[in-house]
């Protein structure tokens, strides 16, 4: 065998190995019995442990040095392997372990402290994890922003004073269309009880309107909807709350979206480091663009609203557009998972700013809750009234992911461009839609991105995609003709 072949042999059983912890993070937010939490954490590290030894592996380094790509797929491979040994080698193995094991049983202290709106009760914890991720930067950035070193593991090439610029170009329109929004009379908002697994069945629906696979996958009930897995099984879960069905349905499909994309990367890729997709920002702008632009247009709403109407009965809607209206109802309500597309932005630049400050150590842990409190009031011009409504309500920092939460804008400027480029191709898709039929769209996304798995670099793929390089005009433009239109303004 050549050094590429044994360097590809030994990468699948550390990419098969990566999908089993993933498959107990999944358990463990889903299904794994309450007291469990302490040997979870135990497992969970100790095979962090392994994969940290097989990823840096001093084997690696001789195979890059003698390896030959003879392909594009083979120059992808070697490129994703690189980064992720020379990233990998500058975290020591104690720290790697510590993190994994930390963040395990701080997913359950944070559930529980939300539970009880404990702040202080969760503080300690928080500590230890923001102590731990800026001496992870530290070890990464080698000199340079810790911060900038964390956004690359879910964005690779963006940095924070890119992240700045874009939020700073988006923030004026965002903020002029929402007071305009704000002023206007609000639509009217479905009334009722939505029964559990009638909400179930028809998010069930959904998801296979969308694409999803379910020879491949699986749905269930979680605190934080997600996404999980890659190749032949990819997994997602929804939440149901009885007054608001909407929460159901458009978590689905946005979860659909993450895994529709895991399941449409060439089968030939499976277990391999391109084998899943490039960033979180193409993986966002896949959700994103399932969730609202597709999922929440006037076309696929009109079909939506019959199905609830022969499900359901009378909601408190007379008619297809008022229910379009409602869907895309805009209000500055506390939790970004609920938010709607003209406030979640701000949601996004708001904690940006928060957990760039608490890497770089200018925001201390047990300062953050009144930071949050005295932002969100200058954001949004509403008192956060409890904390499972303003610091609490994230799983993200609990779990480590700090430089993730920027990736959700990004998603959502890849998705405007995304969408404008596949309207420009498929002008019958309208009509599709309305008849609860989007395979045009997810058809086009999947040939032209999802395919590709990590072929491209991020922006790249995105750009092959499109046609154009991506900027923030196309979702902005979006944004203000869709809700300058519903509310007349």
């Not at 999944?26 to 097989?54: C, K, N, Y």
Request: proline share 4%; aromatic share 10%; net charge negative.
């Amino acid at each position: 065998m050549s050094a590429f072949d044994d360097l590809m042999a030994f990468q699948r059983q550390t990419e098969a190995l990566a999908q089993v912890a993933g498959r107990l993070g999944w358990d463990q937010e889903t299904v794994m019995p309450e007291g469990s939490a302490g040997q979870r954490a135990e497992e969970i590290g100790a095979l962090e442990g392994v994969l940290h030894a097989r990823r840096t592996d001093p084997r690696i380094a001789g195979w890059l040095e003698a390896a030959q790509a003879t392909d594009a797929v083979g120059q992808a491979q070697l490129r994703q392997i690189r980064r992720s040994f020379t990233r990998t080698m500058k975290v020591p193995a104690k720290l790697a372990e510590e993190i994994a094991t930390t963040m395990s049983l701080a997913q359950g202290v944070w559930a529980e402290c939300r539970a009880r709106e404990d702040v202080a009760g969760f503080l300690p914890t928080l500590r230890k994890v923001v102590e731990l991720k800026r001496a992870e930067g530290a070890a990464l950035a080698a000199g340079g922003d810790p911060y900038d070193a964390l956004v690359d593991d879910y964005e690779p090439g963006m940095t924070g004073a890119a992240i700045a610029a874009m939020f700073d170009a988006m923030r004026p329109r965002l903020v002029a269309l929402r007071e305009k929004v704000l002023g206007a009379a609000a639509p009217k908002g479905v009334v009722g009880t939505f029964g559990t697994e009638a909400q179930l069945a028809l998010s069930r629906e959904l998801a296979t309107v969308f694409g999803y696979d379910w020879s491949r996958g699986r749905v269930d009930l979680a605190v934080h909807p997600f996404s999980s897995g890659s190749g032949h099984d990819v997994r997602i879960t929804t939440r149901v709350s009885e007054t608001d069905p909407f929460n159901c349905f458009y978590s689905t499909i946005h979860e659909v979206g993450h895994a529709a994309y895991e399941q449409g990367i060439d089968p030939s890729f499976a277990l391999t480091p391109i084998g899943q997709g490039v960033s979180m920002g193409v993986h966002e702008s896949q959700s994103r663009s399932y969730e609202n632009q597709l999922g929440r247009s006037g076309a696929f709403t009109g079909w939506l609203f019959g199905r609830m109407r022969e499900v359901f009965g009378e909601f408190g809607i007379a008619d297809a557009e008022g229910f379009y209206k409602a869907v895309n109802r805009v209000h500055p309500g506390y939790i970004r998972t609920e938010a709607d597309e003209v406030h979640y932005n701000l949601h996004i630049m708001m904690r940006f700013d928060l957990e760039r400050a608490l890497i770089r150590g200018d925001l201390q842990a047990e300062d953050l809750e009144a930071a949050w409190n005295e932002r969100f009031r200058a954001d949004f011009g509403v008192a956060v009234d409890r904390p499972s409504n303003g610091m609490l309500q994230d799983v993200h920092w609990s779990c480590g992911l700090f430089g993730y939460f920027p990736t959700y804008t990004l998603g959502n400027v890849y998705a405007g461009c995304l969408v404008k480029a596949l309207r420009a191709e498929i002008p019958g898709l309208d009509g599709m839609m309305a008849q609860g039929d989007v395979s045009a769209a997810t058809g086009w996304l999947r040939e032209r991105l999802q395919r590709h798995g990590g072929l491209y670099e991020p922006r790249d793929v995105v750009r092959r995609a499109c046609g154009f390089e991506p900027s923030e005009g196309p979702l902005l433009d979006y944004l203000e003709a869709k809700f300058g239109a519903i509310y007349g303004v």
